[in-house]
């Protein structure tokens, strides 16, 4: 039901989805830019639930606070603390490993501001837990949900980095302003 109502939502607001595969894979990393508002978390509610993918999210532990953060792990967050340090990536590696199915999008950006280069975690949880990463593209300007096809990473960090890059670079936010450069 909740997947028919978000394709009315998505449809009356205006947006498409563009996806360039067939098959989706029953573990992978999606890989969210721009995140440049709050209104980025919606889009990818109605996303998932079109395509009647579960997949996880990543959150700051901030945002798990009394009243509303039962609600966010209800709906599939994970709390992250940035204000210490912490083996992050072999954590979500561990959790990749100890499932058939798994599922999480991370925003490589790391904030809602400007950046010029993404935080690598997203890059090697995939590595290590040997998953594919599906670049996704909340593009507001065409008000276009895309989904690249899934690649793993390479040992060549650069070149994959490049990739990665390269889908991202130009494509607008909520706020233009903020975008990755």
Not at 56 to 73: A, D, N, R, T, Y
């Amino acid at each position: 039901m909740f997947r028919y109502i978000s394709k009315w939502i998505m449809k009356w607001w205006g947006w498409s989805f563009k996806i360039n595969f067939s098959d989706w894979p029953t573990k992978y990393i999606v890989a969210v830019v721009p995140h440049t508002s709050s209104w980025d978390f919606p889009i990818g509610i109605f996303s998932r639930s079109i395509y009647k993918q579960d997949i996880k999210f990543i959150g700051k532990k901030s945002l798990f606070k009394p009243g509303i953060g039962w609600l966010l792990k209800a709906m599939g967050g994970y709390p992250v603390d940035r204000s210490k340090r912490s083996n992050f990536v072999q954590a979500v590696v561990d959790i990749f490993n100890s499932k058939e199915t798994f599922k999480i999008a991370i925003a490589p950006e790391g904030t809602r501001e400007r950046v010029t280069k993404f935080k690598t975690g997203f890059y090697y949880i995939a590595k290590e837990a040997n998953v594919p990463i599906i670049l996704c593209q909340f593009d507001w300007e065409h008000k276009t949900v895309v989904f690249d096809t899934p690649f793993f990473p390479t040992d060549d960090k650069e070149a994959d980095f490049a990739h990665i890059e390269d889908f991202f670079r130009g494509v607008k936010g909520y706020y233009p302003e903020k975008s990755f450069v």
